[in-house]
């Protein structure tokens, strides 16, 4: 008998159809996965992780440490699903994981017979000889073997999402204590959140057959549910496990959108809620543990509790001839409800022998263990210690409750053992946590209300609602008695944790070798690192070492329980931030024109940047880059450098401010002036560079480079707010607000003036190399105009309010025709700083001084700046310095490499010998060959002199000439023209 | 007693009774040549090569906890030798080298395995720095192959070349780096050195020093006073906290770094990888779970445990290379506490207070550098003089500007 006629909270008329390993079955609504397996009376779905023991259904909660499949196929297929925690659905697909051969017949099942050898640690003692057969032989079978369910190796399909709650009051668990304390916090009004990872919110009263208020407790649920419900302050949340809890009173929760993951490629499979609760209340309730006997893995030995709510709330009855085996009075609940249901109990064999049977009428052995349980793939019958065998298959196991209290511990709580429920009861939660009921230790139903009712009335208070009223509930006081774990250490193969396969003997021999603190137990053999975290196993495991080593359980302590509360789908925790939308996207402001203009992008940081704007014809990057740098050099040519730092800087400390910021002078800087800045690190070293121009006596505007916008810009507000407090300084950064061109070749100042307020005077004279001026352009567009180079050509930079980019690109793309104007991209651009010698990021890689630079002299040794005095210690002042030269191959044919280091001629190419890095590489289509920038000792006086560039990745050796950085118009002519 | 295949096997058909402990429980003594305060991963390592090369064996351990319970058992046993900077490629490769030979020289499986450390990069500007770093390497000594798009996507077809953010365009290879199990490292030096005499004492916490005249003569514990003629810190991420015992003030920062395992997994992933867009590196271990990591929380902290944004950061940059793994399951996260340093670089040195040394500042990176660590410190306490390859590793560089910045961050710990 699987399937009783009525009752439970399944609907018995929606059928829906799954299969499990290649067969089909029915189920119905309101079933899990596992209950509508074991409707069908199948027990064994699985195998453990090292000895490929057969596994059934254990539990019918989130603990489930066996029942564990590989759920649906192709790219929707999820590894490791505990079948207790999926609501089924219709067209389910499910398969057993970690056997080679069928699940009945395991080939892998042969390390069970040799498992003498496979002994805790076995692993560190050997695999050794030859050295050579680690990575080769070894560990590919012990890889192979390990894991237990696959990933599909294809894309994740789900969509995934997350959100943000808040709320007074954080109700963690909606069993009875959870909804007592929900109603209490409700009706006062607070904001309160109600999480609970079931489907259905209730928690174990959804399972028992106990009245409470007269009726039945899934009742007393729904009246409650109906109230929380109709309250605007409340929100209820099933399906959602919370996590894990961290610092300042912010929860993670994980919310089961959907089970069926076919429905989630458009919407959302999980959500993942960060809530910030003033207070939280934990009343998660209680897991049951499992007793030790020989061979008490097998399928059809399970959880009492849970063998009593598959009776009632779905229905399954998990056996023929069940029986019983308890230390506790909880074990004969389950025999009671089992025999209502009609089911054919067996016997109940509870351990205690001095006690009067709580229930009549049910064969009953008391002061009995189990010694071992028989079967193949399934429990057959039992052996008790005075010899006597019963058959049965199905063993419902209830060796006491551990109070289900990790989340008090992922902020350090440290549980402590309870003598009188011989349980670990929480400790020290965290400030904001209050723990009530089961949870609590507290395993009797009428002082669990009495816990919620003072404990909510107090935290309700504090939080400054003074309007409570309880609700009174009439329920029959159950009790708990329980004995104590026994004193003798059982014999045989007595499995602790039924995932990883830790035996008791397993744990003897850590022990012996040493491995007894819990921490190094756990290590050693694997013990409660299973996917349940040692919900199952962690107490029965340190019962053993408390036995082992005569220590009570308090002085043996437990091991740290860590968040995730159960595990989280690592595509959850990413949620939208996949694929391109990993990090945003930001465009510059002649994105679309640049679009249309053909340009290929370039990721550069989060921009978007032309890269090059390949023309018909072309059928390389190259010729693209040539000819951008051609036409701009022989013509002119345009380029968006928004992406560059811009820091608007006024107050009357500005000029003081740029001083001390900067490594050079800028106090004096005239109205209408650019100035090149160097700017260092604290410690000295180069940080960034960039130009500031003065527009008046206390509005300074400020360039850096495009890497280090962000964090100049934070360097700049530290100097501010903590170094000079006091001084009138005023910081934005206006990167995105202007649209930022640089305009550059000997037409440019032609095009500008097309372009410019005709009242406005470009000319050499009146706007020299180094001038700025706010101006207006086609027709009274407000602009700054800077006479700047990069490319080294007679060249502008003009910025516009953003808003009008687009119509300023395409208006001056069509003036500049006349003019050849051409479009260049960054490529393009770094050729040409490369031609005139200017670093930029693999130059200013945070390494190197302004000295390395060539800059030394910029160093202003009088003013007191950001790290001028750091720049001045022994060791980055060596006669032997690094300086940034530039290099030209011998044979013109070849091509350099950036990255390649420096040799002296014959020597050998090793660190001692090595003499510094080639920097940066380009092609100069202005020279005709390659050229390079790089760092070498003393190279500003070795001009000349030839040496070779090996690049050692690709066994390359390029004989190259130590040159001056600047390769074209070194005398800087054109600039100034 | 030697561990060997066969010896499994004699114990496994006697019924496993005679494996001995991996290391004795001793009573601290009153004095010894050497006192190490620190069970973790350096410490061990110190004392096993004190014991086994040095032939100093009137040595001490002193663990607060239970051995390894710091940093060696919490890190993402990634090990590597591809440093950019002169100062650290050799002792990183003189590191690798002593992992390679691990095994024969301590009797014990810590399972080196060398499955290859692939640095993806997405950019020119990336690769050239790879081509620089490749070319240290290999001028030192190491291995280092440059990868290409094509030839990546040979290795690691799952990396998503077709959509990501940040497209992958190759990678640096060091087929010798490769992941170590970490706790088997702590217990293997623990069971060499025990072997040679080095008592090793748990729960026994270090709380202050005894210094007379300018020199350190012991150290005060919840076991009582131990004396010493050299005491030798080694404490990680609590140094600090450890040294202000001394009155040193150190260049160093205490910080949380976070690392995640997710349930076992048939084999999927072969290579340590790591992202070079975002923070994340992951390697799949021997028993299945993808072990991997990322930056750490940023904010100064002594509590070993992180908060949500970084493991959001992190789950987030595994899935824009690797977007099959967002139905594995996080299984567990936990914290180490990081002693950063002003330049991301390690110390190992004498301190002012004369018989006081220090080894510390290993940032993320230490583990990596086990073997060589405690060998060089071996060789500081053994002879007063630093290894050659660690004798960059001093806590005056700051003042003489030697600075030893392998990313190029400058004096904030926690960019490095
Ligand atoms: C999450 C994480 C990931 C990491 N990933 C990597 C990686 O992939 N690769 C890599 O190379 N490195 C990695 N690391 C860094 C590496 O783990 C550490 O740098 C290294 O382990 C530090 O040295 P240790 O082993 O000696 O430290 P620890 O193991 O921390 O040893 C220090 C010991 O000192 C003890 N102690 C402290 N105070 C006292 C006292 N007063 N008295 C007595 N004993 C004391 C502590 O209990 C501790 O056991 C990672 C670290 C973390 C936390």
Redesign the pocket.
Known sequence: MYRIKSGGLINRNKELNFSFNGKNFVGYEGDTLSSALLGNGIHLVGRSFKYHRPRGIFSSGSEEPSALVQLEEKNFTEPNIRATTVKLYDGLVSNSQNHVGSLSWDFMRINDYLSTFLSAGFYYKTFMWPKAFWEKVYEPIIRNAAGLGKLSKESDPSKYDKGYLHCDLLVIGAGPAGLYSALIAARTGAKIIVVDEDFILGGSFNGENININDNICSDWVKSILSELNSLKNVRLMSSTTLYGSFDHGIYGALEVKSYNSKNTITKPRHILWKIYSKFSVLCTGALERSILFENNDLPGIMLSKSVRHYCNRWGVIPGNNISIYTNNDDGWETAKDLKKAGCNVVCIIDQRSNIKPPIENIDHILGRNIVKAKGNLRISSIKLDNGRIINTDCLAVSGGYNPNLHLTCHQRGKPKWNEVNHCFVPHNPPKTMEVIGAANGLFNHEEMFNDSKIKLTKILRNLGFRKIAVEKVNISKKVYQISPFPKKIPEGKIWVDLQNDVTVKDIKLAVHEGFHSVELLKRYTTLGMATDQGKNSNVLGLSVLSLIKNKTMHEVGTTIFRPPFTPVPIGAFAGRSRGKHFKPFRLTPSHNWAKSNNAVFVEAGNWLRAQWYPIKGEKTWRESVDREVIQTRNNVGICDVTTLGKIDIKGKDSGAFLNFVYANNFGKLPVGKVRYGLMLRDDGIAFDDGTTARFSENHFVMTTTTANAVTVFRHLEFCKQCLKPDWDVHLISTTDHWAQFAIAGPKSRKLLQEICDPKIDISNDKFPFMACAKITVLEGIPARLFRISFSGELAYEIAVPRRYADFFVKKISEIGKKYSLVPYGTEALGVMRIEKGHAAGNELNGQTTAHNLGLGKMVSKLNDCVGNTMSERDELNKDDALKLVGFIPTNKKQQLVAGSHFIEKGQIANLENDQGWMSSVAFSPMLNHSIGLGYIKRGNQRYGEKVNAVNPLKNEITEVEIHSPHFYDPEGELLRG | MNYSGLKIFWEGLTGNKGWNKVWKEPTPKKEYDIII?????????TAYYLSNKFNVNNVAV????W??????????????SNYLLPENQPFYEFSLKLWENLENDTNYNSMVSQRGVLNLFHSDGQRDAFVRRGNSMILSGADANLLNDVELKELCPYLDFENARFPIKGALLQKRGG?VR?DAV?WGYARGADAKGVDIIQN????GFIIKNGKCIGVE?NKGVIKAKKIAS?????SG??MS?AGIRLPIESH????FVSEGLKPILDNVITFGAGHF?VSQSDKGGLVF?GDIDGYNSYAQRGNLPVVEDVCEGGMAIMPMIGRARLLRM??????MSMDGSPFIDKTHIKGLYF??G?????????PA?GYCYAHLLAKDEPHPVAEDYKLDRFLKGKIIDEKGQGAQPNLH
């Open positions: 305060i620190g069970g973790g991963g350096h410490g061990l390592s002193l663990e607060k906890g051995l390894g319970s710091g940093n060696i058992g919490r890190n993402t046993t990634i090990i590597r992941t970490h702590a026994c916490e270090v709380d514990t080694c404490v990680a991420g609590s906290k450890l015992k949380v770094l976070q690392a590196y990591g936990w914290g180490g506490i990081m002693d080894n510390g290993w940032c993320y990176g230490g583990f990596k550098a086990t660590s």
